[in-house]
């Protein structure tokens, strides 16, 4: 019998991935069966079963990979010194991101919002995804500070507010925009660059001071 190429094996755990993700974006991972993404990607059980043992195992593989490209985005994007500012360093990120992900429909639906809203919640009850998902935002958060810290030796930012406050913020921002994106429809990442530009180019100063 033939053997199978490992390009052949990687093209359909792909397929499957990119089947299930498309499914848990738009119905959720439990009202999704496992049946539903057999249909979905047009295989058989045994044919699915080879590659993960069930649904929790799916799941797991495709929030290690949507927040492994973040992880990654962002190591691209901050390895000059200093990083691009903010509101560009964002954009670069988040628009990768979200063109990776909402590739995998072609329609323009927000796959990737709120296939994180769905990962978000699901981290609420699975213990393993908790433990994913906190170690990818203390490394992001680390990253960021990182990020600050360069842009306050620079003089680009204020040297008075903590690091870690500065970090935070930001991905309180990129969070918030995800969320919107996923409750009421996409948005161009310019819409967050140009609200981060605004909030940015505030004085100190008090009308009136």
């Not at 429909?105 to 296939?115: Q, V």
């Not at 769905?118 to 994913?132: F, I, K, S």
């Amino acid at each position: 019998m033939a053997r199978v190429s490992q390009e052949h094996l990687d093209a359909r755990r792909r397929q499957i991935l990119d089947g299930a993700a498309r499914l848990f974006a738009r119905n959720g991972f439990h009202a999704t069966s496992m049946q539903d993404v057999l249909k979905e990607v047009d295989l058989s059980a045994g044919a699915v079963y080879r590659y993960f043992s069930g649904k929790d195992e799916l799941i797991a593989a495709i929030v290690k990979e949507v927040l492994g490209e973040i992880r990654a985005a962002f190591e691209d994007v901050t390895r000059q010194s200093p990083p691009p500012p903010p509101d560009i360093l964002v954009g670069l990120v988040l628009g990768r991101t979200l063109r990776v992900w909402s590739s995998l429909n072609g329609d323009g639906e927000p796959l990737f919002p709120r296939l994180m809203i769905q990962v978000w919640a699901e981290t609420m009850r699975n213990e393993e995804l908790a433990a994913v998902l906190t170690d990818v935002f203390t490394e992001l958060r680390e990253r960021w500070m990182l990020a600050v810290e360069a842009y306050q030796e620079a003089g680009m930012m204020r040297s008075d507010v903590p690091a870690e406050h500065a970090a935070r913020t930001m991905i309180a921002a990129v969070q918030g925009f995800i969320t919107q994106q996923a409750l009421f429809g996409a948005a161009p990442v310019e819409v967050l660059q140009d609200g981060l530009r605004a909030l940015m180019s505030m004085s100190a100063a008090r009308p009136g001071a």
